[in-house]
Structure formats: structure tokens, C-alpha cells
């Protein structure tokens, strides 16, 4: 078939081997200590869920040819083996700015710690005063 096909008209088994290629990237996918929305595994499971359940799919699926799943697959694949990682990596003059030589090193620290002590949400006065005082 030709790589401008769209996906939803590929056969069965084809279609079968994208869902296997997305669920095995999902199940791979590194997962975040903290809660979001827009990750990569979160795409994988979209897609994953647009290709075993073609007659519900969306009209972005629709829209998909072979060359661009296969190219999406690629691409997370990649991510997941550190291509890009090993093949640019970052210097010392990227991780330490001169203005802020420690800004990456205390937003990490940050990070983790709430992802393991995640900040109660503001209560009703605090949003009040918050929104009132402005």
C-alpha cells in the first residue's frame, strides 16, 4: 500500500500492527510524578484507542496516513531510546547559565518535591483575598 493511505482504510493486520507499536510505546513510556494531561503517553493512548476502535475514531485519525503514523511511531521511539540525548548533548554552559547556575538544579528539587508532597489546593478565602486584592 502506498505511504499516502489513510489508516483508517489500511486492513485488519495492519492496523493491528499500529495498535501493537502504540500500546508497546505507552507501556514503555516513563511515567510522571507529576499529574498532566499533554504527555506522550497520554498521545499513545489516543491513538491507540483511535486505531482498535476505527468506526468511533475522530476525524484527526481520519485524517492520518501510514506515512505519519509510522513517522509518529518512529519519532516516539526514538524519544523513549534517548536518541536525541545521546546525540546532542547538553553543555555545561546550557545547564548552568551565568545569570542562574543553579535555576535547572532548584526547579528539579521543586519538582520533586511535589511530587511527593503536592501543595493543597488554596481554600475559599485564600482564593477571595487572592482575587480581590487586585
Not at 491507540?48 to 496516513?65: E, I, M, N
Not at 513517522?71 to 526514538?78: A, P
Request: cysteine-free; charged content about 20%; hydrophobic content about 35%.
Amino acid at each position: 500500500m502506498s505511504a499516502h493511505t489513510l489508516v483508517s482504510k489500511l486492513p485488519a493486520p495492519q492496523i493491528r500492527q499500529i495498535y501493537q507499536s502504540l500500546t508497546e510505546i505507552a507501556a514503555r513510556w516513563p511515567k510522571d510524578p507529576l499529574p498532566t494531561k499533554a504527555t506522550p503517553a497520554n498521545a499513545t493512548k489516543e491513538s491507540t484507542s483511535a486505531v482498535s476502535h476505527p468506526s468511533s475514531s475522530t476525524k484527526t485519525f481520519d485524517a492520518l496516513t501510514l506515512e505519519q503514523i509510522e513517522g509518529d511511531i518512529k519519532g516516539f521511539r526514538l524519544l523513549l531510546d534517548n536518541h536525541y540525548k545521546d546525540t546532542n548533548p547538553l553543555t555545561d554552559n546550557l545547564l548552568k547559565p551565568k545569570l542562574g547556575p543553579l535555576f535547572y538544579e532548584d526547579l528539579i528539587q521543586r519538582m520533586d518535591a511535589a511530587a511527593v508532597n503536592p501543595p493543597a489546593p488554596p481554600g475559599f478565602f485564600q482564593r477571595w483575598f487572592r482575587f480581590s486584592s487586585k
